[in-house]
């Protein structure tokens, strides 16, 4: 791996995934939206080109001279208000993206998938890269265009295309200026706006792993396989009291009933749209996360040799730079 082609450099983890290539030596270009938020790329010596996923024609030039591509360019959000736009850039942007990759010959491409796009196991259970996905009736517009182009991408890789899919699960860390839905989560209990928990759990994993397990994927991940970038399962009211504990405030201590959720979260979002902000969560979100949403990420550390960061120093990194960043009161 010379020179990388990194789509979504901006973004939380794409740029987390430059600064470990450009540690490794390897020559980076970013794909940067026109009049995008580059803060997280301030400082770092890589070459920068506008492009946009869905204008085809931006991707070919992007890509030119280029050994390896990093697709991570993607929506991630739990609700637009034009809902269209999952569509077109996280499953007919990522379709042009990776016809550009196959007429420019590339050696290898990470596709960056999510773990919304993997199955759920009953109760408790771990899910791993094999579990087939079943989470149409709960999956939001998110969730399902990860999904959908998840199953294109691996559709390019048996028609020879040299591509493997990284499956993050939620990422937390330095740099989170949107802030994701993870942050947001980290955010909203360190400033003690949310005090309700509910069932369910996640996996968790500091987003300098997931930059760690791209570039690993790139060198030694197998062509048509996906593996999964985590950590630990913690339940909700296990990672809420967590994050609660490090932010030194009292952790949620309203529990929220699944059956309460949906209706409140449909209030939510037409507040949402006769406001045109971002809902605190949606009618779907509450009832998918309500699962255990808990993941074996053996598969990455056998094969990748990913090695997982410490989480509470972790965590306690990404509510110091929430805090400097003025995300979080202070205390």
Known sequence: MKKALVTGAAGFIGSNVVRVLLKEGVEVRGMILPGEDQRNLAGLEIEKVEGDVLNPSSLDRALKGCDTLFHLAAIYQIWLKDRSRFYKVNLQ?????????????????????????????????????????????????????????????????????????????????????????????????????NPVFFKGGMNIVDVKDVARGHVLAARKGEVGEKYILGNQNYTIKQFFTLVAQLAGVKPPFLYMPLAVAPPVGYLMEKWANYKGQPPLTTSKEIPYAAQYLFFDVTKAREKLGLVSSPIEESLSRSIEWFRKGGYIKKN
């Open 93 to 193: 942007g990522s379709r042009n993206m990776l016809w550009a990759a196959r007429r420019a010959g590339v050696e290898k491409v990470v596709y960056t998938s999510s773990i919304a796009a993997i199955g759920i196991k009953p109760g408790g259970a771990v899910s791993n890269e094999e579990t087939e996905f079943n989470q149409y009736d709960l999956a939001n517009d998110y969730i399902l265009t990860k999904y959908l182009s998840q199953e294109e991408a691996l559709t390019f890789a048996r028609e020879g295309l040299p591509l493997v899919v990284v499956n993050p699960a939620f990422p937390f860390g330095e740099g989170d200026v949107a802030p994701t839905p993870t942050g947001k989560l980290i955010v909203d209990v360190a400033n003690g706006s």
